[in-house]
């Protein structure tokens, strides 16, 4: 699948060079380059296991402040894998907590945007057989949370950026990976 950058996605990931990302370690080492860092841990692993990449957002609302989390899930089918992982916070103007619905939106362009930069830059450094075609939200269908009104919309948008979206149980990078590091 190749996802081609048309101005608006070029202009959504114009920040990704500044984006710092970490290993989701005992010391949560940091990483100076992603795909390379990528390369060297898909060719370590062992050439029998099927290899997945799979990008998944949370974010946790705080008292001053919302922390977003994106994790990147270098899943070997079957034996574990690797996670990558970069956060930023966001100050709430005036103490005023973001809606729901704009948090969880935000969550999936999170999402996008990473997929979108790092699929390219997987092809450069020779992994576009392992190209990122999942992304998973931290969302649920039951009504009886909040994240249910936007089930849809999300999924239409990850869909209309060329992805799978997987939602919970099954979009556990976003629900348990990137939720770790969300507190």
Do not use: C
Not at 16 to 29: K, S
Not at 81 to 102: A, L, M, Q, S, W
Not at 151 to 170: D, N, Q, R, S
Request: hydrophobic share 35%.
């Amino acid at each position: 699948m190749t996802h081609e950058l048309d101005a608006h996605v070029q202009d959504m990931i114009k920040d990704a060079p500044q984006w710092r990302w970490r290993r989701m370690d005992v010391h949560n080492t940091g990483v100076a380059n992603l795909p390379e860092e990528m390369f060297k841990d898909i060719a370590a692993t062992s050439k029998d296991r099927e290899i997945r990449i799979i990008v998944g957002s949370d974010s946790q609302v705080h008292k001053y402040s919302t922390v977003f989390v994106t994790a990147i899930a270098l899943w070997r089918v079957g034996a574990g894998g690797r996670v990558y992982y970069k956060t930023y916070k966001k100050r709430h103007p005036e103490g005023k907590r973001p809606d729901n619905r704009t948090r969880l939106i935000e969550e999936a362009y999170d999402s996008i945007k990473v997929a979108m930069w790092l699929n390219p830059e997987l092809n450069k450094v020779g992994l576009g057989v392992h190209e990122i075609e999942t992304l998973h939200a931290d969302l649920n269908r039951d009504k009886k949370y909040l994240s249910n009104s936007v089930v849809a919309g999300v999924l239409g948008t990850i869909k209309a950026y060329g992805f799978e979206g997987m939602i919970k149980p099954e979009g556990w990078v976003a629900s348990r990976v990137a939720n770790r590091r969300t507190k």
